[in-house]
């Protein structure tokens, strides 16, 4: 006898993924971005939307987002003035958790074109085998980077130990990559936690802010290896070297001692 099956009722939709990525003046990257990651999107049958901060762009980057938009699923945010990337991350990473269903996944990436947006598939693949947040790292086996000035790997590379020492993350040795994935509701109680003050570092220090708020939260961490693909980027780095390590270092005094 054949029996007929109903869908189970615990069964929810299949995680969907959300692509944060925070944009100031990308016009350049933006566009081949967006391409490179519908394509890798579409090869692993993963359905998935994406968000755009444009952070008060002087260039066409919110020009290349609305033509892309027509194409694929994108969400526009804007900020009149530059902000920073602290307040867009912070803005990218709220719009997708309010978004998300309860299996979705929140990936954050750079938009200068030199994250492999290949590597969502082994990433998300690690969130759904049972971690909250998962860490594209230029330190593990197996990574690969191409382009970066040494002066940047080696600051890089004195974060890396720093915080190893001082602020120990099992699974964590890249604490500054900003290619990540989360567990969307990991992010929603985030919010919950700590509200706006979640997010409240301005610059390039809210990565490892971030990573230290939800080390407070029992989070569990993984790495995968990062294909870094500076030789790619067109245009300069956005990021102010000294004004990011002096924030960097008074972040780490301040999550040590308090206040
Ligand atoms: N919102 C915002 N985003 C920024 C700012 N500066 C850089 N970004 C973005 O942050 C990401 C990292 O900047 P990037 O130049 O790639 O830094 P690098 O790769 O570390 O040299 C990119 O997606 C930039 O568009 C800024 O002032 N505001
Ligand atoms: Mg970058």
Avoid at 172 to 191: H, I, K, P, S
């Amino acid at each position: 006898m054949i029996t007929s099956f109903h869908p189970p009722p615990w069964r929810r939709p299949a995680s969907k993924i959300i692509i944060v990525l925070p944009a100031y003046n990308e016009e350049e990257n933006l566009g081949t971005l967006l391409e490179r990651i519908d394509e890798a999107m579409h090869d692993d049958g993963l359905a998935y939307r994406v968000v755009i901060v444009d952070d008060g762009s002087s260039d066409g980057t919110i020009q290349v987002a609305e033509k892309y938009a027509k194409y694929i699923p994108i969400w526009i945010e804007r900020h009149n003035v530059n902000q920073g990337l602290g307040a867009t991350i912070r803005d990218g990473l709220y719009v997708a958790s309010a978004m998300c269903a309860d299996r979705d996944i929140i990936v954050a990436m750079d938009a200068d074109n030199t994250h492999t947006p290949g590597l969502i598939r082994s990433m998300t693949r690690l969130i759904q085998e049972g971690s909250d947040v998962v860490i594209a790292s230029r330190y593990q086996h197996g990574s690969y980077i191409r382009g970066v000035p040494l002066h940047r790997q080696l600051l890089s590379l004195g974060a890396r130990f720093l915080f190893q020492i001082v602020f120990p993350i099992h699974g964590v040795r890249d604490y500054t990559c900003g290619y990540r994935a989360y567990q969307g509701f990991v992010l929603r109680e985030a919010f919950q936690k700590y509200g706006e003050q979640f997010i409240n570092e301005e610059g390039f220090q809210c990565m490892v802010d971030i990573l230290l708020k939800l080390r407070a939260m029992g989070v569990i961490f993984r790495e995968v290896p990062l294909i870094l693909r500076y030789d790619l980027k067109g245009g300069e780095s956005k990021m102010k070297i000294a004004h990011t390590v002096f924030h960097t270092f008074a972040l780490m005094l301040r999550h040590r001692f308090g206040g």
